[in-house]
């Protein structure tokens, strides 16, 4: 039972635009969520990290938590093709601080 | 200028053999991890160590021990490997073990046929 869902699996965005990426956990003892960008070939990089309720934004990236859905959103203003990548979202567990990973979603931004 | 040296970047294996991967980090962290990342299973945590200690084990095969000799230190090796093992090892660390960040080596990737 995967723990941490993620949609959608793959988006495809134009150039300047907005992608708008969705995580939920199913693990009530879950507090704090990470978002990861991995690009191709590479090792997943921490993007972001967010543990109270609202809005957290840097640069073009913002990140949205609702504590009460455990769901939380990454937005991407202005997309560049070097976005282009998997974002995978985790979510770690409040006891044991295990980080649990989503399956990701393959964004391409088009040019 | 890596700060988490996995050894080697690439291994291939015959089916049966065994092989050990290598992992060291330069941050100064405590914690340290092995996750899996295959087609099939996009990013799998295996195991989690703190100050030398096991912490965490979601590795259901006897065949996979994390081996740490050194608090920098933690090394993966493999038994009786079969082309279903094929993957990508990133070894993590983080500064402790509880809501922090994880810092990714670039992985070993490997093959066995």
């Known amino acids: 039972q995967q723990k941490v869902q993620q949609s959608p699996e793959s988006l495809i965005v134009p150039e300047g635009g907005m992608a708008s990426l969705n995580c939920t956990s199913s693990d009530r003892n879950v507090d704090y969520f990470w978002w990861y960008r991995q690009h191709s070939g590479k090792s997943p990089k921490m993007l972001m990290?967010?543990?109270?309720?609202g809005e957290k934004e840097e640069g073009r990236f913002t990140v949205h938590l609702n504590k009460a859905s455990l769901h939380t959103s990454l937005h991407i203003r202005d997309s560049q093709p070097s976005d282009s990548a998997l974002y995978l979202c985790?979510?770690?567990?409040?006891?044991?601080?295990?980080?649990?990973f989503g399956d990701g979603t393959v964004l391409t931004v088009k040019p | 200028d890596p700060k988490i040296i996995q050894k080697p970047k690439y291994l291939v294996a015959v089916t049966g053999s065994e092989k050990i991967l290598i992992c060291e980090q330069y941050l100064g962290h405590n914690a340290m991890y092995w996750y899996r990342q295959s087609a099939k299973k996009p990013l799998e945590f295996m195991f989690s160590?703190?100050?030398?200690?096991?912490?965490d084990n979601q590795t259901a095969s006897s065949r996979f021990q994390p081996q740490s000799s050194k608090k920098n230190h933690l090394d993966l090796q493999i038994t009786a490997l079969k082309p279903d093992d094929s993957a990508t090892y990133f070894c993590?660390?983080?500064?402790?073990?509880?809501?922090?960040?994880?810092?990714f080596g670039h992985g070993t990737k490997l093959s066995v046929l």
């Open positions: 990290s967010i543990f109270s309720n």
């Open positions: 160590y703190s100050y030398q200690k096991l912490m």
């Open positions: 985790a979510a770690s567990d409040t006891n044991t601080g295990k980080l649990t």
């Open positions: 993590a660390s983080s500064p402790g073990q509880s809501n922090e960040r994880l810092f």
